[in-house]
């Protein structure tokens, strides 16, 4: 059983379009994450919902727009996409929202902007 | 300053040593460490956290973890091939409830 899913694995698509990641977790946790990591494998926290409720909100491109339809899942909608763009992009989960708890990590999705 | 600084590496070695990892950071209120262990092309995996000074053993793994230093610390005894990662230190940030930052990642590479 995957814990903690995302679609699609890979994305390879071109600048100004726009485009959509899915992610779903099963482990029953409240909170779930979206973090980048770039070339240089930095992992930075973008967003962060507790409950479906927006918790953290770093300094992301208003063109960056997560969705969470319900606790179990995470969506991240991009506009206007740019080279820099370009990265790994992770979901995560964890249960509760103190920064405690252990977050388990989607497989990622590789964005490629060409 | 960076808010988690991690030797990038790559830090190579021989099979069988001891492997030693080390993680600074800049919030003096940061209450909860983490050690991930990612594979090339996989996700971060948790294998180590630590909440309280001192030494926290699991298996072959010790977390290290000295607050008035804000020194964080991984050793691997007994390193294996299987250990060959990045790992990245994360910490929690005292002012977000629910946020960790992580470090850059140390290249571990073991050497048989």
């Known amino acids: 059983d995957t814990a903690v899913s995302q679609t699609p694995k890979y994305l390879v698509t071109q600048m100004g379009n726009d485009k959509s990641i899915k992610c779903e977790q099963n482990l029953g946790h409240d909170t779930m994450y979206w973090y980048k990591q770039d070339s240089k494998k930095f992992l930075k926290i973008m967003f962060s919902?507790?409950?479906?409720?927006?918790?953290i909100n770093e300094t992301v491109p208003n063109r960056f727009s997560p969705k969470s339809p319900d606790k179990a899942h995470l969506n991240l909608h991009i506009n206007s996409l740019e080279l820099g763009d370009s990265a790994v992009y992770f979901c995560?989960?964890?249960?509760?929202?103190?920064?405690?708890?252990?977050?388990?990590f989607g497989p990622g999705t590789r964005l490629t902007v060409l | 300053q960076k808010e988690v600084e991690q030797n990038s590496g790559p830090l190579s070695v021989p099979e069988g040593a001891i492997a030693s990892l080390n993680c600074t950071y800049s919030d003096r209120g940061s209450q909860s460490f983490f050690w991930y262990r990612q594979y090339s092309g996989k996700s971060p995996e948790l294998i180590m956290f630590i909440y309280s000074n001192g030494d926290k053993e699991d298996g072959r793994f010790t977390a290290q973890l000295n607050k008035a230093s804000q020194y964080v610390s991984l050793l691997i005894r007994d390193s294996q091939p299987s250990d060959s990662a990045t790992y990245l230190c994360?910490?929690?940030?005292?002012?977000?409830?629910?946020?960790?930052?992580f470090g850059s990642g140390t290249r571990l590479s073991i050497r048989p």
């Open positions: 995560a989960s964890s249960q509760g929202f103190k920064g405690d708890n252990e977050q388990f």
């Open positions: 994360a910490v929690n940030v005292y002012s977000s409830a629910s946020k960790i930052i």
């Open positions: 919902y507790n409950n479906k409720e927006l918790i």
